[in-house]
């Protein structure tokens, strides 16, 4: 069990750029999550994978974000035309369904810093 | 709408003193309670978690209680270590959806 990764680790672009980062979940996790943390705040779930359907959209995720999972492994997000406030930490886990009423524990990864500039 | 309120935003602890932190949720659905630690510039890992069907769950220097009928539930760290120090967050979720609403935080500092 090696955890979650997530790639880069620090991202600094300029605003307009389009940026894309990579999460590769535990393996065999058959769920995969997206969150975003802004400085001194708690994470804000973006949306989540069950296999390779996303199964669920926050409201904070505009048409700019759309993120993948192409094989139900890794996972990618891309933001299109970055905006200052795009700057923060996006945090990625996984967890294992064991059974569809059983809430799953989730393990997070690293995290990629976003700065925009 | 769901929301997590943790309190307080900052505790300072001598070492080996107790520390208690305290979440309060909204949504009378929710069933699962995890608290996770997180250093500056990592990601926020597991301490231990709980679900609705159990009041108190213990493991090592770590427990949590939880009052279902005040929807509260809170983090208690005995015997505190410099090592403890961090920032530690509070999350509920229901049902199997499994997205986390998290509070803000409580960044506790241990004080040899």
């Known amino acids: 069990d090696t955890g979650v990764s997530q790639d880069p680790r620090h991202k600094i672009t300029k605003r307009g750029q389009n940026v894309t980062f990579r999460c590769d979940p535990i393996s065999e996790h058959n769920r995969l999550y997206w969150y975003r943390q802004t400085l001194g705040q708690g994470p804000e779930f973006l949306t989540y994978f069950q296999n390779e359907a996303q199964l669920e959209k926050s409201r904070l995720l505009s048409d700019r974000f759309s993120a993948e999972r192409p094989k139900g492994s890794f996972s990618t997000l891309e933001i299109q035309r970055t905006e200052q406030g795009d700057s923060a930490m996006y945090l990625c886990a996984s967890s294992r369904l064991w059974a569809p009423t059983l809430t799953d524990t989730q393990y997070f990864g690293p995290g990629t810093r976003l700065t925009v500039l | 709408g769901e929301n997590v309120e943790q309190h307080p935003s900052t505790l300072s602890v001598q070492e080996g003193d107790s520390a208690v932190i305290k979440c309060t949720y909204s949504d009378s659905a929710s069933n699962y309670f995890p608290w996770y630690k997180q250093e500056l510039g990592k990601g926020p890992q597991l301490i231990i978690d709980?679900?609705?069907?159990?009041g108190e769950k213990k493991d090592q220097r770590i427990a949590v209680t939880l009052n279902k009928t005040a929807k509260h539930f809170s983090l208690h760290i005995t015997e505190t270590q410099p090592e403890d120090s961090a920032v530690y967050f509070c999350a509920d979720t229901k049902g199997s959806q499994g997205n986390l609403i998290f509070g803000k935080g409580t960044k506790l500092s241990v004080k040899p």
């Open positions: 709980i679900r609705s069907n159990v």
